[in-house]
């Protein structure tokens, strides 16, 4: 039995946590605001990732859990796949030969970094940023600054997804940390450490 | 049928091509009046300073409003000329047109008034506007960047809305 929801609906929801986060319950504490947001967006994927894994096996690596990520997970959340995954990881772990072990440990501090970019995604498709600076009356405002404010207000959005990824991996028994890039609006750039 | 001068005097202007540029421009109006977005693809004459130009546009599409709901045959409400009526009651007046343009309008019941103004020859608009008045929620309404009551200033909003328009025939 499968319940839906109006999709504007969530729209709305978003919009109005970061609103409401970073004009009403944090004002003039942007990092409290988009921890705070994060912190939901970490039990929210907590509690999918249970709920999408459950007539799975377990998964084998590392790789293989940002791969349901990318595909099954982010199918479920946004209708669509990760459209590029990056990754410098070069080594996988081989529990048995032992005495490589200590150098493959060191290589993995180094290593375990996944850039999943997501080339529309969706919760940003309908954000949309002034065209042109107005030079309005009240004076003259240096192209870096407003470039720099809608950067900032566009970011807030970003973490409460940042954490449902967060949440999903540590669910999955990898700790990890995420943050977001967007150069380029509506694509989107998920970069995911991996903690050792 | 004209009484005061034939279409050789007041020649229509030339007829559009097909590859776009029939919509002369366009306003969008809030129910308080403050104009949200005025675009403009064609406009060779300007008689006004803009401020003037939104003012007398929303004055003029309020006093038609107005007008055209109390002259209404069918209604049986006799209310006073000049009181403020909610959008969507009375009957709806959707165009006019002249020997050079044709004005389309189009008010929402939240009071979001789209004024389009194009070619003389243009067909019935409404769906076009019902289309634009979609862009308009789906780009601007929903953009968690826009604050509602100012005007809009959405990159995306202005991109799709020219390409819609250039197709409009």
């Known amino acids: 039995m499968v319940r839906e929801v109006s999709e504007s609906c969530m729209d709305s929801l978003l919009t109005e946590i970061v609103s409401s986060y970073c004009n009403r319950f944090y004002v003039n504490k942007p990092e409290l605001a988009a921890r705070r947001i994060e912190a939901i967006g970490y039990q ?14 377990r998964f084998s690596d590392h790789l293989e859990a940002i791969k349901f990520i990318c595909k099954d997970f982010w199918s479920e959340l946004f209708k669509k796949q ?25 290589f993995w501090l180094l290593q375990g970094t ?3 970019q997501d080339n529309k995604f969706r919760w940003l498709s309908h954000m949309s940023v002034d065209p042109s600076v107005d030079i309005s009356g009240a004076g003259q405002e240096p192209f870096a600054m407003s470039e720099n404010k809608s950067a900032q207000a566009t970011s807030m959005h970003l973490y409460f997804p940042c954490g449902i990824i967060r949440g999903a991996l540590s669910t999955l028994g990898i700790p990890c940390a995420v ?18 | 049928m004209q009484f005061f001068g034939g279409s050789e005097i007041s020649p229509s202007p030339p007829l559009p091509t097909a590859s776009g540029n029939n919509a002369h421009m366009m306003y969008i109006f809030n129910r308080n ?31 038609l409003k107005s007008l055209t709901a109390k002259m209404d ?49 243009a067909s019935d608009l409404r769906e076009s506007l019902k289309y634009i008045y979609n862009l308009y929620v789906e780009y601007v309404v929903k953009n968690p960047l ?24």
């Open chain 1, 44 to 57: 929210v994927g907590h509690q999918l990732t249970e709920r999408y894994t459950i007539e799975r096996p």
């Open chain 2, 33 to 63: 009046g403050v104009c949200l977005l005025y675009r403009e693809w064609n406009r060779p004459l300007r008689t006004l300073d803009s401020n003037q130009d939104h003012k007398l546009m929303f004055g003029l599409l309020f006093s």
């Open chain 1, 82 to 106: 990760i459209d590029n995954l990056k990754t410098n990881h070069r080594v996988s772990f081989r529990p048995q030969i032992l005495q490589l072990e200590v150098a493959i440990q060191t």
């Open chain 2, 73 to 121: 045959p069918s209604s049986a409400e006799k209310g006073n000329l000049g009181v403020p009526q909610l959008p969507g009651q009375g009957c709806s007046f959707h165009s006019f047109r002249t020997n050079t343009y044709k004005l389309s309008f189009m008010e929402s019941p939240s009071g979001i008034k789209i004024i389009l103004v194009t070619h003389p020859k």
């Open chain 1, 114 to 116: 996944f850039v999943l």
């Open chain 2, 146 to 169: 826009y604050t509602p009551g100012t005007p809009i200033r959405s990159e995306l909003f202005n991109t799709t809305l020219d390409q819609y328009v250039r197709g409009l025939g």
């Open chain 1, 179 to 196: 943050s977001a890039d967007t150069s380029n609006l509506p694509a989107c750039s998920f970069v995911i450490r991996i903690k050792v």
